[in-house]
């Protein structure tokens, strides 16, 4: 800007300097011409009077280093010169002035030299006997003054760049100081230039639109944010480096990682070879998922890229926790093969059985324990697809919705332990009820098979002279059910595994006791129903208690 100022100004004064000049020395040269004319004009009819009085006498000892004077005959013949020889002169009868004069009385005309570096004015006038009186005097033309006046010329014109530098600077800083100080966060507030009105209106409706702009974009992050930060899925967001760009606090706490990873390489939170793997194909296809497990828990990652005008500008990983969903698709096909293999055995018991009687191999005296044994087969596969049935009931809550009503838990032990006092009985095993009336809301059936799972492994897994007590009543003002026995126990290794579906401690014994294996589960399945938690504690040989809290 400073230069261009100084060119601007270097240039204004080189104008206005040559055009003064030029105008000055065209008006100086003018004014000298005609006071020039004018002066030869006066010289020669003073000079005419003279002659015509004196003859050409009057010249002698003429100062004639001013003006020359040439007396011409009619005939153009030169008869006198202040200058030069007159015999030496040729005939001036072809001269401007001359011809003018002798016509007329009185001539004039200017010449240029040879050189063009002066300038000749004549005058001429014709005297009263016919001769012809001529004066003369040279200028120098504009040209010579010019170039005799060009070391002037140029020591101006250095002394006005000079002064045009000088000058520029200061104008410049003055000019553009103001500019500098412009306050551009509120362009309209400057009173500095009318002419940068219409720049400052401009920078001033942008400012407004980019305002606006970054509130939109602010209130749009800050609702990805609340959305992101709320999800109970981990959010990754990485740039096409593989840096984190933003990430959600679930995915931090799956991650564990404490400060924030924005703006650091991925790797730093997550190293594993699969994630890496997957965060490249993903680049590469669009997409890809893989399993993995994190703090223990299970999680599926999905990868998807992130595509801005065509170009790859990302990728964003969702992690979904599928810890519940793996371990029931897990508990599904383990519980298709146990019942596979549960209803098997007793069938194959029992066409082995069949089969024996049909070809007629059974003694008759053993005819009764054949069919006894076929009948104890099928009722152990009755009450194993009855309690499948129940199961899958529980499981997926399918079926007729059951009504919850007012069911007393301590009616329902003594139901209980008088359905089960035959087996008890055969078992010598010694069944109480204790506690009292205990009222609480629930489904009478589920509640049912509860008490009586329970007090039936009570019964089952007990010794000859032992006992089993059911007993109800309030605690913190929930309702309780303990069932305890002093039986056989469960050994430690196993307690937490028991209420798995098909899971027996002694698998050997199975048979004997008669269990299916779902009796637990069960009872799992019909707490879960109503909100409740079950504690189970247990001693080998000393016996089990199992406590129910609604
Ligand atoms: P089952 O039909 O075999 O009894 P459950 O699911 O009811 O199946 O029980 C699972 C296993 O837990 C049983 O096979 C048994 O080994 C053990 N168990 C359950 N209750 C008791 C108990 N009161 N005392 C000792 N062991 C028990």
């Given at each position: 800007m400073k230069k261009r100022i100084f060119r601007s100004i270097i240039a204004v004064a080189m104008t206005v300097l040559i055009a003064g000049f030029v105008l000055a020395v065209s008006f100086l040269y003018g004014y000298f011409r005609d006071s020039q004319v004018t002066q030869l004009r006066e010289e020669l009819a003073i000079a005419a009077l003279n002659v015509n009085r004196y003859g050409e006498e009057y010249f002698d000892g003429f100062d004639s280093s001013v003006f020359r004077f040439t007396l011409v005959a009619g005939?153009?013949?030169?008869?006198?010169?202040t200058q030069a020889s007159a015999e030496n002169m040729e005939n001036h009868l072809d001269r401007e002035e001359i011809k003018e004069a002798a016509e007329s009385g009185r001539g004039s005309s200017e010449r240029y030299s040879s050189t063009l570096t002066e300038r000749t004015f004549y005058e001429a006038v014709r005297l009263e006997n016919g001769d012809i009186l001529r004066i003369s005097a040279s200028q120098a033309t504009v040209g010579a003054l010019i170039i005799g006046m060009l070391p002037g010329i140029a020591a101006v014109i250095l002394a006005a760049g000079a002064v045009a530098l000088i000058l520029s600077e200061r104008m410049a800083k003055k000019i553009v100081s103001p500019v500098n100080g412009l306050d551009l966060e509120n362009p309209e507030k400057n009173d500095v230039y009318e002419e940068l009105a219409p720049l400052l209106t401009k920078i001033s409706r942008q400012h407004r639109q980019i305002s606006r702009q970054m509130a939109e974009l602010k209130r749009e992050k800050d609702e990805f944010d609340q959305i992101t930060q709320s999800m109970s899925e981990g959010m990754v967001m990485l740039d096409k480096r593989g840096f984190v760009l933003s990430i959600n606090a679930a995915a931090m706490k799956l991650f564990e990682v404490s400060g924030s990873p924005e703006g650091r390489d991925f790797l730093t939170v997550d190293r594993s070879p699969e994630m890496s793997r997957a965060v490249r194909e993903a680049m590469e296809r669009k997409r890809s998922e893989f399993r993995g497990e994190r703090n223990g828990r299970e999680y599926q990652f999905i990868i998807s890229r992130i595509d801005t005008d065509g170009e790859t500008a990302g990728v964003v990983i969702l992690c979904i926790d599928v810890t519940e969903t793996a371990f029931a698709e897990r508990s599904r096909r383990e519980f298709t093969a146990n019942v596979s293999h549960e209803l098997k055995t007793p069938l194959q018991s029992i066409i082995g059985s069949a089969e024996l009687l049909e070809a007629g191999l059974v003694k008759p005296e053993d005819t009764r324990r054949f069919i006894g044994n076929i009948r104890n087969e099928a009722a152990r596969l009755v009450s194993l697809i009855n309690d499948i049935i129940r199961l899958s009931q529980l499981d997926e809550n399918s079926g007729p919705v059951p009504s919850p009503e007012t069911v007393d838990l301590y009616g329902l032990a003594n139901e209980v332990a008088a359905e089960l006092a035959d087996r008890a009985a055969e078992r010598d095993v010694k069944v109480t009820v204790s506690g009292g009336p205990c009222m609480m809301s629930g489904v009478r059936g589920y509640l049912y098979e509860i008490v009586y799972n329970l007090c039936d492994n009570a019964i089952r897994y007990n010794k000859a002279g032992g006992s089993v007590e059911i007993n109800t009543g309030f605690k913190n003002g929930s309702p309780v059910l303990t069932v305890s026995d002093t039986g056989i126990g469960i050994p430690p290794e196993h307690q937490s595994r028991v209420?798995?579906?098909?899971?027996?401690?002694?698998k050997s014994h199975s048979k004997e006791t008669g269990?299916?294996?779902l009796g637990l589960s069960i009872v799992k399945h019909a707490v879960a129903y109503h909100g409740g938690t079950i504690k189970l504690d247990s001693e080998v040989n000393k016996g089990t208690a199992v406590t129910v809290t609604f």
């Open positions: 005939d153009g013949t030169v008869l006198y010169d209420f798995e579906r098909f899971y027996r401690v002694d269990g299916t294996g």
